[in-house]
Protein backbone atom coordinates (compact mmCIF):
# COMPACT_ATOMS: atom_id res chain seq x y z
CA UNK A 1 0.00 0.00 0.00
CA UNK A 2 0.77 3.86 -0.87
CA UNK A 3 2.44 4.94 2.51
CA UNK A 4 0.24 8.54 3.25
CA UNK A 5 -0.10 10.64 6.36
CA UNK A 6 -2.77 12.82 7.10
CA UNK A 7 -1.20 16.86 7.21
CA UNK A 8 -3.48 19.65 7.79
CA UNK A 9 -2.24 22.14 5.14
CA UNK A 10 0.82 24.49 5.42
CA UNK A 11 -0.34 25.68 8.98
CA UNK A 12 0.34 22.09 10.71
CA UNK A 13 2.81 21.98 12.81
CA UNK A 14 3.98 18.64 11.13
CA UNK A 15 5.77 20.13 8.17
CA UNK A 16 6.49 18.10 4.69
CA UNK A 17 9.97 18.17 5.04
CA UNK A 18 9.73 16.08 8.69
CA UNK A 19 7.60 14.07 6.59
CA UNK A 20 10.00 13.45 3.76
CA UNK A 21 12.54 11.96 6.38
CA UNK A 22 10.07 8.99 7.94
CA UNK A 23 8.60 7.32 4.65
CA UNK A 24 5.88 8.89 3.73
CA UNK A 25 4.76 9.07 -0.13
CA UNK A 26 1.81 10.88 -0.23
CA UNK A 27 -0.29 13.25 1.38
CA UNK A 28 -3.52 13.35 2.38
CA UNK A 29 -5.23 16.45 3.46
CA UNK A 30 -7.94 19.11 2.88
CA UNK A 31 -8.68 23.30 1.34
CA UNK A 32 -9.58 23.43 5.13
CA UNK A 33 -10.29 27.02 5.00
CA UNK A 34 -12.65 26.87 2.34
CA UNK A 35 -16.50 27.08 4.11
CA UNK A 36 -18.88 24.10 4.23
CA UNK A 37 -20.73 23.95 0.48
CA UNK A 38 -17.96 26.31 -1.42
CA UNK A 39 -16.49 25.19 -4.52
CA UNK A 40 -12.83 24.05 -4.12
CA UNK A 41 -11.79 25.85 -7.06
CA UNK A 42 -8.95 24.78 -9.75
CA UNK A 43 -6.42 27.43 -8.52
CA UNK A 44 -6.34 26.10 -4.83
CA UNK A 45 -5.85 22.79 -5.76
CA UNK A 46 -2.70 23.23 -8.06
CA UNK A 47 -1.09 25.33 -5.33
CA UNK A 48 -1.49 22.94 -2.31
CA UNK A 49 -0.85 19.93 -5.25
CA UNK A 50 2.61 21.91 -6.39
CA UNK A 51 3.38 22.64 -2.70
CA UNK A 52 3.29 19.14 -1.96
CA UNK A 53 4.75 17.38 -4.79
CA UNK A 54 7.75 20.82 -4.29
CA UNK A 55 8.69 18.25 -1.43
CA UNK A 56 8.84 14.61 -3.63
CA UNK A 57 5.35 13.73 -2.18
CA UNK A 58 2.26 13.68 -4.14
CA UNK A 59 -1.45 14.76 -2.54
CA UNK A 60 -2.97 11.33 -3.11
CA UNK A 61 -6.25 11.34 -1.15
CA UNK A 62 -8.52 14.06 -0.02
CA UNK A 63 -10.30 13.86 3.36
CA UNK A 64 -12.14 15.04 3.33
CA UNK A 65 -14.04 17.03 0.87
CA UNK A 66 -17.11 17.74 3.35
CA UNK A 67 -20.62 16.84 2.41
CA UNK A 68 -22.60 19.51 3.59
CA UNK A 69 -25.79 18.64 6.12
CA UNK A 70 -27.68 20.51 4.05
CA UNK A 71 -27.21 17.07 1.40
CA UNK A 72 -27.27 14.65 4.14
CA UNK A 73 -30.56 15.80 5.82
CA UNK A 74 -31.84 16.67 2.51
CA UNK A 75 -32.61 20.79 3.17
CA UNK A 76 -33.35 22.94 1.10
CA UNK A 77 -29.79 24.03 -0.55
CA UNK A 78 -28.91 20.14 -0.68
CA UNK A 79 -28.96 20.67 -4.80
CA UNK A 80 -27.22 23.71 -4.61
CA UNK A 81 -24.71 21.68 -2.81
CA UNK A 82 -24.61 19.26 -4.62
CA UNK A 83 -23.87 21.35 -7.81
CA UNK A 84 -20.95 23.13 -5.95
CA UNK A 85 -19.48 19.28 -4.34
CA UNK A 86 -19.36 18.18 -8.57
CA UNK A 87 -17.57 21.40 -9.57
CA UNK A 88 -15.34 20.54 -6.90
CA UNK A 89 -15.03 17.03 -7.53
CA UNK A 90 -13.80 18.21 -11.19
CA UNK A 91 -11.65 20.31 -10.54
CA UNK A 92 -9.89 17.83 -8.58
CA UNK A 93 -10.05 15.02 -11.36
CA UNK A 94 -8.35 17.98 -13.39
CA UNK A 95 -5.94 18.14 -11.15
CA UNK A 96 -4.81 14.63 -11.16
CA UNK A 97 -6.31 14.01 -7.32
CA UNK A 98 -8.60 10.80 -8.02
CA UNK A 99 -9.42 9.57 -3.99
CA UNK A 100 -11.94 11.57 -2.23
CA UNK A 101 -12.56 10.45 1.58
CA UNK A 102 -16.00 11.75 3.24
CA UNK A 103 -18.55 10.70 5.64
CA UNK A 104 -22.13 10.27 6.12
CA UNK A 105 -22.48 11.05 9.56
CA UNK A 106 -24.72 13.44 11.27
CA UNK A 107 -23.58 16.19 13.28
CA UNK A 108 -21.19 14.51 15.15
CA UNK A 109 -18.33 12.98 13.25
CA UNK A 110 -15.88 11.13 15.14
CA UNK A 111 -16.61 10.86 19.34
CA UNK A 112 -14.49 10.24 22.17
CA UNK A 113 -14.43 11.38 25.72
CA UNK A 114 -11.09 11.17 26.68
CA UNK A 115 -8.47 12.65 24.29
CA UNK A 116 -5.56 11.66 26.83
CA UNK A 117 -6.33 8.37 28.53
CA UNK A 118 -3.23 6.92 29.90
CA UNK A 119 -2.29 3.90 28.92
CA UNK A 120 -0.23 0.90 30.90
CA UNK A 121 3.30 2.41 29.14
CA UNK A 122 2.96 6.01 30.00
CA UNK A 123 1.82 7.02 27.13
CA UNK A 124 -1.50 8.55 26.39
CA UNK A 125 -4.52 7.56 24.05
CA UNK A 126 -8.22 7.80 22.58
CA UNK A 127 -10.55 6.76 24.98
CA UNK A 128 -14.36 6.25 24.45
CA UNK A 129 -16.84 5.47 27.58
CA UNK A 130 -20.39 4.73 27.68
CA UNK A 131 -21.19 6.47 30.98
CA UNK A 132 -19.43 9.17 30.54
CA UNK A 133 -20.97 9.71 27.12
CA UNK A 134 -24.73 8.90 28.47
CA UNK A 135 -23.51 11.59 31.64
CA UNK A 136 -23.16 14.17 28.52
CA UNK A 137 -26.55 12.78 26.55
CA UNK A 138 -28.70 12.93 29.94
CA UNK A 139 -27.24 15.40 32.28
CA UNK A 140 -25.42 17.88 30.04
CA UNK A 141 -27.04 18.26 26.61
CA UNK A 142 -30.38 17.26 28.36
CA UNK A 143 -31.67 15.48 25.36
CA UNK A 144 -35.40 14.36 25.05
CA UNK A 145 -35.59 11.14 26.14
CA UNK A 146 -31.85 10.22 26.18
CA UNK A 147 -32.98 7.66 29.46
CA UNK A 148 -34.88 5.53 26.75
CA UNK A 149 -31.41 5.60 24.83
CA UNK A 150 -29.53 3.91 27.49
CA UNK A 151 -29.70 0.28 29.60
CA UNK A 152 -30.59 0.48 33.60
CA UNK A 153 -27.08 -0.42 34.90
CA UNK A 154 -25.56 2.79 32.49
CA UNK A 155 -28.34 4.91 33.84
CA UNK A 156 -27.35 3.55 37.60
CA UNK A 157 -23.70 4.47 36.72
CA UNK A 158 -24.65 7.90 35.45
CA UNK A 159 -26.55 8.45 39.09
CA UNK A 160 -23.05 7.65 40.54
CA UNK A 161 -21.56 10.06 38.43
CA UNK A 162 -23.57 13.27 38.71
CA UNK A 163 -21.99 13.31 42.77
CA UNK A 164 -18.44 13.06 40.97
CA UNK A 165 -18.62 15.30 38.22
CA UNK A 166 -17.18 19.01 39.14
CA UNK A 167 -17.76 21.69 36.82
CA UNK A 168 -14.25 21.54 35.10
CA UNK A 169 -15.03 17.80 34.35
CA UNK A 170 -18.02 19.14 32.94
CA UNK A 171 -16.05 21.53 30.66
CA UNK A 172 -13.73 18.93 29.60
CA UNK A 173 -16.32 16.57 28.51
CA UNK A 174 -18.06 19.35 26.64
CA UNK A 175 -14.34 20.13 25.03
CA UNK A 176 -13.54 16.39 24.53
CA UNK A 177 -17.28 15.16 22.68
CA UNK A 178 -18.18 18.75 20.70
CA UNK A 179 -15.26 20.69 20.17
CA UNK A 180 -12.02 19.29 20.01
CA UNK A 181 -12.76 16.11 18.29
CA UNK A 182 -14.95 17.99 15.39
CA UNK A 183 -12.93 21.63 15.34
CA UNK A 184 -10.59 20.71 12.94
CA UNK A 185 -12.94 18.06 11.05
CA UNK A 186 -15.64 19.56 9.86
CA UNK A 187 -17.10 22.90 9.78
CA UNK A 188 -19.43 22.21 11.89
CA UNK A 189 -18.02 23.86 15.25
CA UNK A 190 -15.09 26.10 15.61
CA UNK A 191 -12.34 25.37 18.39
CA UNK A 192 -13.48 28.96 19.36
CA UNK A 193 -17.32 28.19 19.85
CA UNK A 194 -18.69 30.29 22.92
CA UNK A 195 -21.30 28.21 23.03
CA UNK A 196 -20.96 24.77 21.82
CA UNK A 197 -23.54 22.70 23.79
CA UNK A 198 -26.49 25.37 22.05
CA UNK A 199 -25.05 24.93 19.19
CA UNK A 200 -25.19 21.33 19.08
CA UNK A 201 -28.51 21.09 20.49
CA UNK A 202 -29.72 23.25 17.54
CA UNK A 203 -27.44 20.86 15.03
CA UNK A 204 -29.05 17.98 16.36
CA UNK A 205 -32.83 19.05 16.30
CA UNK A 206 -32.47 19.43 12.44
CA UNK A 207 -32.21 15.82 12.66
CA UNK A 208 -35.87 15.44 14.91
CA UNK A 209 -38.08 12.97 12.60
CA UNK A 210 -35.16 11.68 10.04
CA UNK A 211 -35.00 8.29 10.37
CA UNK A 212 -32.49 5.57 9.10
CA UNK A 213 -34.61 4.85 5.90
CA UNK A 214 -34.52 8.65 5.27
CA UNK A 215 -31.10 9.01 5.99
CA UNK A 216 -29.90 6.12 3.15
CA UNK A 217 -32.32 7.50 0.94
CA UNK A 218 -30.47 10.83 1.22
CA UNK A 219 -26.90 8.91 0.97
CA UNK A 220 -28.35 7.23 -2.23
CA UNK A 221 -29.83 10.45 -3.74
CA UNK A 222 -26.03 12.36 -3.32
CA UNK A 223 -23.86 9.31 -5.06
CA UNK A 224 -26.60 9.00 -7.86
CA UNK A 225 -26.25 12.85 -8.56
CA UNK A 226 -22.59 12.79 -8.53
CA UNK A 227 -21.79 9.35 -10.07
CA UNK A 228 -21.54 10.91 -13.48
CA UNK A 229 -18.93 12.95 -12.44
CA UNK A 230 -16.88 10.34 -10.49
CA UNK A 231 -17.39 8.38 -14.31
CA UNK A 232 -16.38 11.34 -16.18
CA UNK A 233 -13.03 12.59 -13.92
CA UNK A 234 -12.68 8.89 -12.63
CA UNK A 235 -13.32 9.90 -8.79
CA UNK A 236 -13.10 7.13 -6.34
CA UNK A 237 -15.53 8.44 -3.66
CA UNK A 238 -14.75 6.60 -0.75
CA UNK A 239 -17.10 6.61 2.62
CA UNK A 240 -15.61 6.90 6.18
CA UNK A 241 -17.57 4.44 8.68
CA UNK A 242 -19.32 6.08 11.39
CA UNK A 243 -17.03 6.50 14.34
CA UNK A 244 -17.79 4.81 16.85
CA UNK A 245 -20.02 2.45 14.60
CA UNK A 246 -23.52 2.47 16.74
CA UNK A 247 -26.37 4.49 17.18
CA UNK A 248 -25.67 7.59 19.45
CA UNK A 249 -27.53 10.63 20.42
CA UNK A 250 -30.45 9.82 18.49
CA UNK A 251 -28.98 10.14 15.26
CA UNK A 252 -29.25 7.75 12.74
CA UNK A 253 -26.03 6.12 11.71
CA UNK A 254 -25.78 4.21 8.60
CA UNK A 255 -22.29 3.03 8.40
CA UNK A 256 -21.67 0.74 10.76
CA UNK A 257 -21.67 -2.59 10.19
CA UNK A 258 -21.75 -5.49 6.80
CA UNK A 259 -24.73 -4.70 6.43
CA UNK A 260 -24.84 -1.36 5.98
CA UNK A 261 -21.51 -1.14 3.94
CA UNK A 262 -23.32 -3.86 2.03
CA UNK A 263 -26.77 -1.51 1.27
CA UNK A 264 -25.06 1.54 0.14
CA UNK A 265 -22.76 -0.40 -2.56
CA UNK A 266 -25.29 -2.28 -3.81
CA UNK A 267 -27.63 0.94 -3.71
CA UNK A 268 -25.42 2.09 -6.09
CA UNK A 269 -23.07 -0.39 -7.54
CA UNK A 270 -20.64 1.46 -9.40
CA UNK A 271 -17.12 0.89 -8.96
CA UNK A 272 -16.61 4.77 -7.85
CA UNK A 273 -18.62 4.25 -4.83
CA UNK A 274 -16.48 2.81 -2.29
CA UNK A 275 -15.36 2.66 1.18
CA UNK A 276 -12.44 3.73 3.38
CA UNK A 277 -11.60 0.79 5.08
CA UNK A 278 -11.38 2.44 8.67
CA UNK A 279 -9.73 -0.61 10.55
CA UNK A 280 -9.68 1.36 13.47
CA UNK A 281 -13.58 2.45 13.48
CA UNK A 282 -15.09 -0.65 12.56
CA UNK A 283 -12.67 -2.63 15.34
CA UNK A 284 -14.77 -0.36 17.80
CA UNK A 285 -17.67 -2.58 17.19
CA UNK A 286 -17.59 -6.25 18.85
CA UNK A 287 -20.45 -6.94 16.22
CA UNK A 288 -17.50 -6.25 13.56
CA UNK A 289 -15.28 -9.05 11.87
CA UNK A 290 -12.79 -6.71 10.63
CA UNK A 291 -10.70 -9.06 9.01
CA UNK A 292 -13.93 -10.51 7.43
CA UNK A 293 -14.98 -7.46 6.22
CA UNK A 294 -11.62 -6.41 4.30
CA UNK A 295 -11.63 -9.92 2.43
CA UNK A 296 -15.29 -9.25 1.37
CA UNK A 297 -15.20 -5.29 0.45
CA UNK A 298 -11.32 -4.96 -0.86
CA UNK A 299 -12.00 -4.95 -4.04
CA UNK A 300 -14.36 -1.81 -3.22
CA UNK A 301 -11.51 -0.24 -0.52
CA UNK A 302 -9.77 3.01 -1.80
CA UNK A 303 -8.66 4.38 1.37
CA UNK A 304 -7.40 2.11 4.43
CA UNK A 305 -7.08 3.47 7.41
CA UNK A 306 -4.70 1.38 9.88
CA UNK A 307 -5.23 1.84 13.48
CA UNK A 308 -7.02 -0.66 15.98
CA UNK A 309 -9.46 -0.71 19.18
CA UNK A 310 -9.18 -2.75 21.77
CA UNK A 311 -13.42 -3.31 23.45
CA UNK A 312 -13.32 -3.54 27.39
CA UNK A 313 -15.78 -6.12 28.40
CA UNK A 314 -18.23 -3.00 28.89
CA UNK A 315 -17.97 -2.10 25.79
CA UNK A 316 -15.78 0.95 26.36
CA UNK A 317 -12.60 1.30 23.76
CA UNK A 318 -9.67 2.72 23.49
CA UNK A 319 -6.92 2.57 21.03
CA UNK A 320 -4.81 -0.92 20.91
CA UNK A 321 -0.99 -0.72 19.28
CA UNK A 322 -1.00 -0.63 15.81
CA UNK A 323 0.55 -4.39 16.33
CA UNK A 324 -2.50 -5.41 18.65
CA UNK A 325 -6.36 -5.05 19.35
CA UNK A 326 -9.18 -6.18 17.60
CA UNK A 327 -8.43 -5.47 14.03
CA UNK A 328 -5.78 -7.76 13.13
CA UNK A 329 -3.62 -5.37 10.93
CA UNK A 330 -1.14 -7.93 9.89
CA UNK A 331 -4.05 -9.58 8.35
CA UNK A 332 -5.22 -6.81 6.70
CA UNK A 333 -2.28 -5.69 4.97
CA UNK A 334 -1.87 -8.86 3.63
CA UNK A 335 -5.37 -8.56 2.37
CA UNK A 336 -5.00 -4.93 0.92
CA UNK A 337 -1.22 -5.85 -0.61
CA UNK A 338 -2.32 -8.38 -2.25
CA UNK A 339 -5.71 -6.55 -3.47
CA UNK A 340 -3.77 -3.55 -4.58
CA UNK A 341 0.05 -2.83 -3.31
CA UNK A 342 -1.11 0.71 -4.14
CA UNK A 343 -3.51 1.54 -2.53
CA UNK A 344 -3.64 4.45 -0.20
CA UNK A 345 -3.21 3.90 3.40
CA UNK A 346 -2.59 5.88 6.60
CA UNK A 347 -1.64 5.22 9.97
CA UNK A 348 -4.61 6.73 12.27
CA UNK A 349 -4.74 8.14 15.68
CA UNK A 350 -0.97 7.33 17.30
CA UNK A 351 -0.03 7.35 20.87
CA UNK A 352 1.05 11.19 22.59
CA UNK A 353 4.09 10.57 23.48
CA UNK A 354 7.86 12.01 24.84
CA UNK A 355 6.43 15.40 24.49
CA UNK A 356 3.77 15.81 21.77
CA UNK A 357 1.76 16.35 24.32
CA UNK A 358 2.94 19.87 24.59
CA UNK A 359 3.13 20.24 20.89
CA UNK A 360 -0.62 21.06 20.32
CA UNK A 361 -1.55 18.69 17.97
CA UNK A 362 -5.36 17.76 16.89
CA UNK A 363 -6.12 14.94 18.77
CA UNK A 364 -5.39 11.66 17.35
CA UNK A 365 -3.20 13.12 15.66
CA UNK A 366 0.27 13.31 17.03
CA UNK A 367 3.73 13.48 15.72
CA UNK A 368 5.64 11.12 17.33
CA UNK A 369 3.05 8.86 18.46
CA UNK A 370 2.25 8.66 14.38
CA UNK A 371 5.37 8.20 13.08
CA UNK A 372 5.69 4.52 15.77
CA UNK A 373 3.06 3.54 14.55
CA UNK A 374 3.99 4.33 10.71
CA UNK A 375 7.17 2.41 11.75
CA UNK A 376 5.36 -0.32 12.68
CA UNK A 377 3.03 -0.77 9.57
CA UNK A 378 6.37 -0.26 7.47
CA UNK A 379 7.98 -3.40 9.19
CA UNK A 380 4.55 -5.16 8.65
CA UNK A 381 4.55 -4.31 4.96
CA UNK A 382 8.13 -4.94 4.14
CA UNK A 383 7.26 -8.37 5.81
CA UNK A 384 3.83 -9.08 3.50
CA UNK A 385 5.38 -7.95 0.23
CA UNK A 386 8.29 -10.48 1.04
CA UNK A 387 5.70 -13.06 1.59
CA UNK A 388 3.36 -12.42 -1.30
CA UNK A 389 6.54 -11.93 -3.38
CA UNK A 390 5.96 -8.47 -4.13
CA UNK A 391 8.70 -5.92 -4.03
CA UNK A 392 9.04 -3.79 -1.16
CA UNK A 393 10.10 0.13 -1.60
CA UNK A 394 11.79 2.03 1.07
CA UNK A 395 12.27 5.42 -0.26
CA UNK A 396 14.66 7.54 0.69
CA UNK A 397 17.48 5.53 1.46
CA UNK A 398 20.40 4.08 -0.37
CA UNK A 399 20.30 0.46 -1.38
CA UNK A 400 17.10 -0.63 -1.61
C1 LIG B 1 -10.95 11.01 12.53
C2 LIG B 1 -11.15 10.84 11.08
C3 LIG B 1 -12.51 11.32 10.60
C4 LIG B 1 -12.57 11.31 9.08
C5 LIG B 1 -13.86 11.84 8.53
C6 LIG B 1 -13.92 11.64 7.04
O1 LIG B 1 -9.88 10.92 13.01
O2 LIG B 1 -10.90 9.56 10.70
O3 LIG B 1 -12.74 12.59 11.09
O4 LIG B 1 -11.55 12.12 8.58
O5 LIG B 1 -14.94 11.24 9.10
O6 LIG B 1 -14.92 12.45 6.51
Same mark, same amino acid.
Given at each position: MERTWRWFGKKDKITLEMLRQIGVEGIVTALHDVPLGDVWTREAIRDLREYIESYGMRWSVVESLPVTEEIKRAGLLRDKHIEAYKESL??? /??? /???????????VLDWARTDLSHPNPNGTTNLYFSHVQFAYFD???????????????????QVEELKGKMTAEDDRRLVENIIVKTQGFVSGNIREDEQKPVELFRHLLSQYDGISKEQLRANMKYFLEAIMPTCDKWDMNMCVHPDDPPMQILGLPRIVTCDEDIEWFLKAVDNKHNGLTFCAGSLSAGAHNDVVAMARKYSSRTHFVHMRSCHVFENGDFTEASHLGGRADLIELARIFEKENPKLPMRVDHGMTMLGDEERGYNAGYSFLGRMFALGQVQGILATVDRELGLEYQQPGFYGE
Open positions: ANL /GAE /GVHTICYNFMPICILKRKDAEKSWSADILK
